[in-house]
């Protein structure tokens, strides 16, 4: 056979190969998993790499119940796999399952080379279940592996003042205060608990100094604009919080912050409108619909 007839006959037969192994992944292979059983999978690493391959393109098509059952497989068949327990967790992310997503990460956590790789989201998710005991918990226990983590200081100090354990809290943002005075959200968060201890002058210093820094630090004239608010300087108060939001219009405080100053001000429309945007980024946002409540019984 000479060489131009067997490249045009690998010219046809390749395409239509590539073809046919796009039919097989697409169509056959979901039809296949669903009747593999979990014993025959642990058994082929081969078909483990094909469901990774699938469930990561229905992950990346949003279609995340699809995406969810296939990881699942690969997760009852190797439970100690970090990678399956990485990708069950951000699938239960998007499905905002937070409690299913702390689970996942906490086996994570236990298993995988870094497991410090995990704290953000999982001290993230037990905050979105309102578990701040648990929040408190795997912070200290992500702490103790790599003590000098910034990230896992502000955490830490983060989840004791959700728990509204303030001297807690005032120790771990000092602490991380310390160890890098340009990482700027742990002296804002230090500057909270001034402030939610009344401690309105070492509050002000703090933020002062951030904005010194960081014109356009959103936490930090979130917070200044509340002390004015506090010191009854609400035409200051509303400068700040108002520069705020041009910088972050999505920003639910902000419209809290402004809705509130409406209404000291007598001005009910104008904070039905804030309450009303506060909404719009959380429907399911508790403060905000009870604010708005009450504004509409005036």
């Known amino acids: ?43 082929s690493a081969e078909k483990s790499r ?53 689970k996942a990460l906490e086996k994570y956590l236990n298993v995988a080379p870094i497991p410090t790789e995990a ?37 830490l100090g983060h989840a004791y003042e959700l728990d509204k354990q303030f001297d807690k809290a005032k120790e771990f943002y000092q602490q991380g205060v310390d160890l890098d005075p340009n990482y700027l959200d742990q002296s804002v968060g230090l500057a909270r608990i001034y402030f939610a201890q009344n401690n309105i002058k070492e509050a002000e210093k703090l933020l002062i100094n951030v904005l010194e820094k960081d014109q356009k630090f959103v936490d930090a004239l979130l917070l200044i604009g509340l002390i004015e608010n506090n010191k009854k300087n609400n035409i200051k108060a509303k400068e700040y919080l108002e520069k705020a ?3 972050t219009p999505n920003y639910l405080d902000l419209y809290l912050a402004l809705g509130d100053i409406a209404q000291e001000e007598k001005n009910s429309s104008l904070a039905i409108k804030y309450y009303d945007q506060a909404l719009k980024i959380d429907p399911n946002n508790e403060i905000a619909k009870n604010k708005r409540a009450l504004v509409g019984q005036q």
């Open 1 to 43: 056979m000479s060489t131009k007839l067997k490249n045009h006959i690998l010219s046809i037969l390749l395409p239509l190969a590539i073809l046919l192994i796009f039919y097989w992944v697409i169509f056959l292979l979901p039809n296949k998993l669903n009747n593999a059983q979990t014993k025959d999978l642990a058994l």
């Open 50 to 102: 094909e469901v990774l391959t699938l469930s990561r393109s229905y992950l990346a098509q949003e279609k995340y119940l699809e995406a969810l059952k296939l990881t699942e497989l690969l997760n009852n068949a190797y439970p100690n796999n970090h990678i399956y327990l990485d990708q069950l967790a951000t699938i239960h992310k998007k499905l905002k399952n937070y409690k299913e997503q702390s």
């Open 119 to 155: 704290c953000s989201q999982l001290q993230e998710a037990y905050r979105r279940q309102n578990k701040f005991k648990e929040m408190i918990d795997v912070c200290k226990r992500c702490l103790e592996l790599e003590p000098r983590n910034g990230d896992l200081i502000f955490y």
């Open 245 to 247: 939001l041009l910088i």
